[in-house]
């Protein structure tokens, strides 16, 4: 390394020395190198010394030490710039020593370049730069997730709703992720990060409207006086649409007449992708009786077809909502603390359509949910009386107090027979048995040996004695042997003795043995 002062003639030719002192060094490539140093010579000394090291980190393939990235991220911006031409930075070295204002600003781009909307783009960057102010970041080196975590744990101490804490670091962790991405950082110093219980610490929970209380709604809102820029028959279609839809406050505010298709066999609203939440293109089928009020209501406000329906709607819906609400008795925050604001309307029309009893797959399509836990958990209100419905599909258990007459009464239920007269036995009809002795049941090889020995015929000579007519019963089942029903041919191992009586064996031969 040699440092030293560049000579150089000026106008009238006289030789003269830079201000600077200049230090020449070799670099990984061993290649001659020359970069300006400070006006004192100690100062550019030190400087030398720090880049023969990081010559040194470069021949080693080693990233710089810690040490050396702080002093790395002091150097003005020209300087690193020109050791990232010799070779001797990375592009991860580069970032670490670029302020962070200045990645913001890529990232800023990075969204709208994506498509995002202004306001999206806008609201992230400065969730990302209050964190990075509150944090006392300068240098993406600087970021630690034990100081995100603090600060952000310390504004919701300050009265930030957890909800709102998940959001400011969701942009944050994204902003890291991009970093990662554009091979600015090796990896995510926030990624292990994870999102507080917002269940926990709800500041406004929603509910939604009885199909009663929305037609209170529109009934009163029709006949009410103008405010907040809309006359009370456009706020009437406003509120319809939104909950016979579902759609969110942005996505209305985008509707032109163009919006609406009625040629077709089904009425659709459409929703161009850069209007969408999910930034995609949407076709939401809606009711004919709807489709032809909408219209009825174009014709009559002399809407053009590129103007939207409510142009002039702002952010403040919940307060329009409000006055309605008001003057049609509704309480705008019940009881329970859950609030009726405009976006309940979403709620109320996600909630009807699970009750009514649509498959949760189609109510996650008509509410343009990506995951379907977010349609049947968040969305779908149920009322004490639904619930209180839905345990009519228990069956009625016995219980220990009950008397003999309802026993008997739950055993019919048992038998799904509540409106029959129960039989105990069926077979008294076909086998009667009073004035009659009980018979037994004996086994056929019993009584065929007993009959040989009677008649003197040797055991198992007489091997069925069904054949030779001693019952007619068997024989009567023999005579089905022919039957394509293997069952019809199976041999009877047993045989009643001293019958019960003389129906007994007309009433068995009905049964088809």
């Known amino acids: 390394m040699r440092v030293f002062k560049q000579k150089y003639n ?25 970069i ?39 150097l003005p ?23 962070l204002s200045d990645h913001l600003d890529d990232f800023h781009a990075s969204l709208l370049h994506k498509g995002n909307t202004q306001a999206h783009a806008d609201l992230t960057k400065a969730r990302v730069s209050n964190v990075v102010s ?57 990624a292990h990060l994870s999102a507080v219980n917002a269940k926990l610490d709800r500041r406004r929970e929603r509910r939604n409207l009885s199909a009663a209380d929305l037609s209170n709604l529109l009934e009163i809102t029709a006949a009410g006086p103008v405010h907040h820029k809309f006359d009370g028959r456009a706020r009437t279609m406003l509120y319809r649409v939104a909950m016979e839809t579902g759609l ?15 040629d077709s066999e089904l009425a659709t609203i459409i929703i161009r992708a850069e209007d969408a939440k999910n930034r995609k293109p949407t076709v939401q089928a809606i009711r004919r009786e709807l489709a032809e009020e909408l219209l009825k209501w174009i014709q009559d406000a002399q809407i053009a077809l590129e103007t939207p329906l409510w142009a002039n709607l702002t952010k403040r819906t919940a307060d329009m909502l409000k006055v309605d609400l008001e ?31 649509v498959h949760p797959k189609l109510a996650q399509k008509l509410a343009r949910h990506s995951d379907i836990n977010l349609t049947m958990t968040r969305y779908t209100h149920t009322l004490l009386s639904d619930e209180s419905e839905a345990l009519d599909v228990l069956p009625e258990f016995p219980s220990m107090y009950d008397n003999g007459s309802d026993k008997e009464q739950q055993e019919l239920r048992a038998t799904g027979t509540d409106d029959a007269t129960a039989q105990k036995n069926v077979l008294p009809s076909g086998l009667p048995e009073s004035g009659a002795e009980r018979g037994v049941s004996v086994h056929l090889s019993a009584v065929s040996m007993g009959e040989e020995r009677e008649k003197g015929v040797a055991p198992g000579a007489v091997k069925n004695p069904a054949k030779h007519g001693e019952n007619p019963l068997f024989e009567a089942i023999e005579r089905r042997e022919g039957d394509s029903n293997p069952r019809s041919r199976l041999k009877p191992t047993h045989r009643i003795s001293n019958p019960a009586h003389s129906a007994t064996l007309p009433s068995l031969l009905a049964l088809n043995l």
């Open 327 to 357: 003057a049609a008795d509704i309480a705008y925050v019940d009881d329970a603390g859950l609030y009726a604001d405009f976006h309940a309307l979403r709620h109320s029309f996600i909630s009807l359509i699970a009750q009514g009893g």
């Open 134 to 190: 509150g944090c006392g970041f300068r240098y993406f080196s600087d970021i630690a997730a034990a100081r995100v975590f603090r600060f952000l744990a310390e504004q919701r101490q300050a009265d930030m709703s957890a909800q709102t804490s998940n959001y400011y670091l969701q942009a944050f962790k994204q902003f890291c992720g991009w970093m990662v991405k554009e091979r600015r950082s090796a990896e995510s110093p926030v």
């Open 36 to 74: 300006p140093g400070f006006s004192d010579k100690k100062l550019t000394e030190e400087f030398g010394r720090r880049v023969e090291k990081l010559v040194s980190t470069r021949v080693l393939g080693d990233s710089p030490a810690p040490e050396l990235a702080r002093w790395l991220e002091t």
């Open 10 to 34: 000026d106008r009238n030719g006289k030789t003269r020395e830079s201000a600077k002192w200049y230090v020449e060094f070799r670099d990984h490539m061993e290649t001659t190198r020359r």
């Open 248 to 262: 969110r406050r942005k996505e209305l505010v985008s509707l032109t007449p163009e919006s609406l298709d009625t």
């Open 77 to 99: 911006t020209t300087t690193r710039n020109r050791l990232g031409k010799f070779g001797l930075l990375d592009s991860r070295t580069v970032a670490n020593s670029k302020p």
